[in-house]
C-alpha cells in the first residue's frame, strides 16, 4: 500500500515536471509550438523570384517542356542564395542523376505524362547534358 502511493507520487512529480509550460495554453498542446513553427524561415523561394536576377534562363525555360519544372527542383533550396548570393552559392547538379529521377524507364509510372528512357540504352553512359540543355531540353 505505501509502494503504491510512493508510486503515484512519483509519477505526479513527473508529470508536474515534465509538462511544458505552456501545456494547454490554448488547447490540448505547447501554446508555444504556434510560435515556434511561425518562426521558422521558408527554405524555399519560387521561380519568380530566381527570375529577378536570372531573366535570360528563365525566359528560356519558359519556352521549353521544362517551363513547369522549379529552379530549386534541380538547384536545391534558394533562401540564402537570394539574401545573399555571394556568400551562398546555389547547388549546380552534377551527373545525370536529377534527370533519372523523373526520365528512367520504370514501368510503374505512366510515360505519357513525362517521357521516359532506357538511361544506359539511351546515353551511353555520356551525360545527359552533353546533349540536352537542363533549361531548355530540345535547345
Ligand atoms: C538577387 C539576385 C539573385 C537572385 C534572386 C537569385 N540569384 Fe542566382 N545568382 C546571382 C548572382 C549574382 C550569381 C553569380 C553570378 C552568376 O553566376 O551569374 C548567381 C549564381 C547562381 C548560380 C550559379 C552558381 C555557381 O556556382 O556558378 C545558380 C545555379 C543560381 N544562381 C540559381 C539561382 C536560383 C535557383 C534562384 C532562385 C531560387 C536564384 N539563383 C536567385 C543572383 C541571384
Ligand atoms: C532540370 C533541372 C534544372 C532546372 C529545373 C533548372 N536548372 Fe539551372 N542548371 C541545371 C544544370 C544541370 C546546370 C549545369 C549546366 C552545365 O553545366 O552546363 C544548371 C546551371 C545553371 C546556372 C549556371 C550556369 C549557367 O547556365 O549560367 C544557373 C545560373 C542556373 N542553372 C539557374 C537556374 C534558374 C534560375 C532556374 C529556374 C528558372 C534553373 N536553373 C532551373 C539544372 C536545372
Ligand atoms: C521534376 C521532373 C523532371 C526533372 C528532374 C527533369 N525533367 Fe525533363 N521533363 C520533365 C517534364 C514534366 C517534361 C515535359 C513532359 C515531357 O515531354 O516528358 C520534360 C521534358 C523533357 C524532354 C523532352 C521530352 C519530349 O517530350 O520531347 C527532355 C529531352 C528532358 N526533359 C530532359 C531532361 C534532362 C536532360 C534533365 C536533367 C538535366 C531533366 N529532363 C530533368 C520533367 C523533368
Ligand atoms: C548522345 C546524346 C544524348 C544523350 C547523352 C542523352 N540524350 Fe536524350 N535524346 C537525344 C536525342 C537525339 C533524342 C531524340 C531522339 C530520341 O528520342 O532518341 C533524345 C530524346 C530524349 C527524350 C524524349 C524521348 C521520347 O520518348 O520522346 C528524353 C526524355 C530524353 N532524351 C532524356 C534524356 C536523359 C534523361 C538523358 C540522360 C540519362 C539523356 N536524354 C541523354 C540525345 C541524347
Redesign the pocket.
Known sequence: MLAFAVFIGLMLGLKYFLTPDSWREYGPYRGKALTEIADKVPKYVDMETCAMCHDSIAELKNQ???K??QCE??HGPGYLHVEDDENNKMKI?EG?G??????AKNAARPDK????VDVAEHSEGEE??N????HE??L
Open positions: 521549353g517542356l521544362h513547369l519544372i527542383l534541380c547538379p545525370s536529377v534527370c533519372i529521377e523523373c526520365h505524362i513525362i517521357k521516359q545527359c547534358i546533349c540536352h540543355n537542363p531540353p530540345w
